[in-house]
């Protein structure tokens, strides 16, 4: 069976871009989660998916958006990206969310000069 | 803040030695779960350990949970040089989403 896949791996934008990310998950998953990963902070929940609604989120502002297809990928968006949103952006699936096992992809490492 | 604490934040030990890793976390769990990163790259799920569970092993690896104290230990055991990661605890509550800790540097020397 296929792992999670994330693409692209490595980004490098500007202040004030846009950025997409995307995250195919394995198949028969239908729980997407996002997570971002900085030195400082640690690994942050960003937002769920469950079926092409989100279920959860977490505490950022709403620059960070998402979206899941009816195959189960997912997008998410960082609108007019500053200095402190670079990061490793993981996402993970499961069958069902949080009380099951989650298997996370390798991660966008995106940078934001 | 929600997140759980680690302990130690770092840890060296030889080849073959074992290494005990702790975990506190602050809000109540339905699982609690270790994970294992290697220098910047994706988390791999080690164990899952529910909350009517005390411990659970697997392979090299046995995981204790102790949730009067809100408490686990991941223990690994004949540590090889591949075994160094970061690893982290989870805590799987009912709040929707993995609540992850600062985790713990290990470091196998060969």
């Known amino acids: 069976k296929a792992g999670v896949t994330q693409t692209p791996r490595y980004l490098i934008k500007t202040r004030g871009q846009q950025v997409t990310l995307s995250c195919s998950p394995i198949?028969?998953?239908?729980?997407v989660s996002w997570y971002q990963q900085t030195p400082g902070q640690g690994l942050q929940f960003l937002f769920e998916?469950?079926?092409?609604?989100?279920?959860n989120k977490g505490n950022f502002p709403g620059r960070f958006s998402g979206r899941q297809f009816s195959n189960s990928r997912s997008e998410m968006n960082v609108s007019t990206l500053e200095l402190g949103d670079s990061a490793l952006y993981l996402c993970?699936?499961?069958?069902?969310?949080?009380?099951?096992?989650?298997?996370f992809g390798p991660g966008t490492r995106l940078t934001v000069l | 803040s929600q997140q759980g604490e680690e302990d130690p934040q770092a840890l060296s030990i030889q080849e073959g030695e074992n290494a005990t890793m702790n975990c506190s976390y602050k809000?109540?769990?339905?699982?609690l779960q270790w994970y294992r990163q290697n220098s910047g790259r994706g988390l791999v799920h080690l164990i899952l350990?529910?909350?009517?569970?005390r411990e659970k092993h697997s392979g090299r690896l046995r995981v204790t949970l102790d949730t009067s104290k809100k408490s686990s230990s991941l223990l690994i055991t004949a540590s090889r040089a591949a075994d160094t990661a970061s690893y982290f605890c989870?805590?799987?509550?009912?709040?929707?989403?993995?609540?992850f800790g600062k985790g713990t540097k290990l470091s196998v020397k060969p």
């Open positions: 993970a699936s499961s069958r069902d969310g949080h009380t099951d096992t989650q298997y």
């Open positions: 998916y469950f079926s092409e609604t989100q279920r």
């Open positions: 198949s028969g998953h239908r729980s």
């Open positions: 350990i529910r909350s009517n569970e």
């Open positions: 809000t109540s769990i339905n699982n």
């Open positions: 989870a805590n799987g509550g009912s709040q929707g989403n993995l609540i």
